[in-house]
């Protein structure tokens, strides 16, 4: 009992110690950043949909832009309503610094979530090389600093897979439903997680089968999930079911991004700020399916009927826009970055990367506790290569890749340790 109490003592510590090397890490990135380049930290995203968002439920309108209701269903609303509750505590004038600190606390929980992740599915060695690699990553405080959504998102996401992780370790009703209910609001947070879902069920799936449950409660776990998700997304939905008749997610899912990312007339620019420069000479199909009087779903087909009859035309073009999103995606910093920027972010990158890339090496040799983290990267980069291509978005996988880099260092650590020591005669 007393080798357990203090088992129980040292990781209660070592989560302390993490979460505030992690804070403080981040903190003092987004003070360096609001000093230099505090009229920078005011990205388009924010200005032109969250703030509005934000003060329209600040007064009492609605969820709405401008007016139109309908329009802002195109925002996933979660970072607005979070928005809307830290101005209505601290008030409308809260600094840019003020958010950076909210955003480092939403990443230093991360971190902490970084280490339980790499020590259930790999030993304490990695999850605390992978917690400390997160915790000091100078790309988390960097992004810290912009009131953007993925700091809220991010944590939203990874504590999905936390959660689906103790589900896939101990099935039960109770963890399932609670999986589930975070994949539904992590994805009111970013749309695009829901695509997720089908990558959790499979998981969920093949861990049963390994454990021995039956079809039955292989099905019913399933199912549970499902109704987790359901319960989160049930107020967005009946909300947009009494604007449009139908219970959509958004009006700009996965069939327009298709479109805007692939269709005609298509070109990624190199990314020079976190957002791909997009130019679509054909954006007049957008407008006429706007103007459509069919709903929301329709629209999505239509677009994804439009894409790939492009697609089908010419393969060597699409060849040639999946190399520019994946150079753009995985770039080590923006183009045309000071000196600066390349040495301490863009080498940082270029050194996590490689870990990273080393322990996935290292993990598939030994082929334990590897499914959650494949599907999440796997997930991830289906994802970000058919729809979106901007090194903002590498986010979201970085937490899962610290896990790998957290491998190779843990093996290093071990190395050096059992190394024999020379004598001296």
């Given at each position: 009992?007393i080798?357990?109490?203090g088992?129980?003592?040292?990781?209660?510590r070592r989560?302390i110690?993490?979460?505030?090397?992690?804070?403080?890490?981040?903190?003092?990135?987004v003070?360096?950043?609001?000093?230099?380049?505090?009229?920078?930290?005011?990205?388009?995203d924010?200005?032109?949909?969250?703030?509005?968002?934000a003060?329209?439920?600040?007064?009492?309108?609605?969820?709405?832009?401008?007016?139109?209701?309908?329009?802002?269903?195109?925002?996933?609303?979660?970072?607005?309503?979070?928005?809307?509750?830290?101005?209505?505590l601290?008030?409308?004038?809260?600094?840019?610094?003020?958010i950076?600190?909210?955003?480092?606390?939403?990443?230093?929980?991360?971190?902490?979530?970084?280490?339980?992740?790499?020590?259930?599915?790999f030993?304490?060695?990695?999850?605390?090389?992978?917690g400390?690699?997160?915790?000091?990553?100078?790309?988390?405080?960097f992004?810290a600093?912009?009131?953007?959504?993925?700091?809220?998102?991010?944590?939203?996401?990874?504590?999905?897979?936390?959660?689906?992780?103790?589900?896939?370790?101990?099935?039960?009703?109770?963890?399932?439903?609670?999986?589930?209910?975070?994949?539904?609001?992590?994805?009111l947070?970013?749309?695009?997680?829901?695509?997720?879902?089908?990558?959790?069920?499979?998981?969920?799936?093949?861990?049963?089968?390994?454990?021995?449950?039956?079809l039955?409660?292989?099905?019913?776990?399933?199912?549970?999930?499902?109704?987790?998700?359901?319960?989160?997304?049930?107020?967005?939905?009946?909300?947009?079911?009494?604007?449009f008749?139908?219970?959509?997610?958004?009006?700009?899912?996965?069939?327009r991004?298709?479109?805007?990312?692939?269709?005609?007339?298509?070109?990624?620019?190199?990314?020079t700020?976190?957002?791909?420069?997009r130019?679509?000479?054909?954006?007049?199909?957008?407008?006429?399916?706007e103007?459509?009087a069919?709903?929301?779903a329709?629209?999505?087909?239509?677009?994804?009927?439009?894409?790939?009859r492009?697609?089908?035309?010419?393969p060597a073009?699409?060849?040639a826009?999946?190399?520019?999103?994946?150079?753009?995606?995985?770039?080590?910093?923006?183009?045309?970055?000071?000196?600066?920027?390349?040495?301490?972010?863009?080498?940082?990158?270029?050194?996590?990367?490689?870990?990273?890339?080393?322990?996935?090496?290292?993990?598939?040799?030994?082929?334990?506790?590897?499914?959650?983290?494949?599907?999440?990267?796997?997930?991830?980069?289906?994802t970000?290569?058919?729809?979106?291509?901007?090194?903002?978005?590498?986010?979201?996988?970085?937490?899962?890749?610290?896990?790998?880099?957290?491998?190779t260092?843990?093996?290093?650590?071990?190395?050096?340790?059992?190394?024999?020591?020379?004598?001296?005669?």
């Open positions: 009992m080798h357990q109490g088992d129980r003592a040292q990781h209660a989560l110690v993490l979460f505030l090397l992690s804070f403080a890490f981040k903190v003092a990135g003070g360096y950043l609001t000093a230099t380049h505090g009229s920078e930290l005011d990205p388009p924010t200005r032109n949909l969250y703030a509005p968002l003060h329209g439920l600040l007064a009492g309108e609605g969820y709405h832009l401008a007016g139109d209701y309908r329009d802002a269903t195109r925002v996933p609303p979660v970072f607005p309503l979070y928005l809307a509750a830290v101005h209505g601290l008030g409308s004038d809260v600094p840019a610094l003020g950076g600190i909210l955003n480092s606390v939403f990443r230093g929980w991360t971190t902490l979530l970084v280490y339980l992740l790499g020590r259930r599915l030993g304490e060695e990695t999850g605390l090389a992978a400390l690699l997160h915790a000091c990553d100078p790309w988390e405080a992004w600093a912009f009131p953007l959504k993925e700091s809220l998102a991010v944590f939203l996401f990874v504590l999905t897979v936390w959660w689906l992780l103790r589900t896939l370790d101990h099935p039960s009703w109770a963890r399932g439903f609670l999986a589930g209910a975070g994949l539904g609001v992590a994805s947070a970013r749309y695009a997680t829901l695509g997720f879902y089908p990558f959790a069920v499979m998981l969920l799936a093949g861990r049963v089968h390994r454990s021995g449950l039956t039955g409660a292989a099905t019913r776990l399933a199912a549970i999930f499902t109704l987790g998700t359901l319960a989160s997304l049930c107020p967005w939905l009946a909300r947009n079911q009494r604007l008749g139908e219970p959509v997610i958004s009006t700009h899912l996965a069939g991004y298709f479109y805007v990312a692939n269709g005609p007339g298509v070109v990624q620019a190199p990314d700020s976190g957002y791909s420069g130019a679509l000479p054909d954006a007049a199909f957008i407008r006429e399916m103007r459509s069919e709903g929301p329709a629209r999505e087909w239509a677009f994804f009927r439009q894409t790939i492009h697609l089908a035309i010419d073009a699409v060849a826009l999946l190399r520019t999103k994946l150079v753009n995606q995985w770039r080590p910093t923006f183009e045309g970055a000071s000196l600066a920027n390349q040495v301490v972010l863009g080498g940082s990158y270029a050194a996590f990367m490689m870990l990273s890339i080393a322990g996935l090496a290292l993990s598939w040799k030994r082929r334990s506790g590897l499914a959650l983290p494949l599907a999440v990267v796997a997930f991830y980069l289906l970000h290569l058919l729809f979106f291509a901007e090194i903002r978005y590498r986010q979201y996988l970085t937490p899962f890749l610290a896990l790998f880099a957290g491998q260092l843990a093996a290093g650590w071990k190395r050096i340790a059992v190394a024999p020591r020379p004598t001296h005669g």
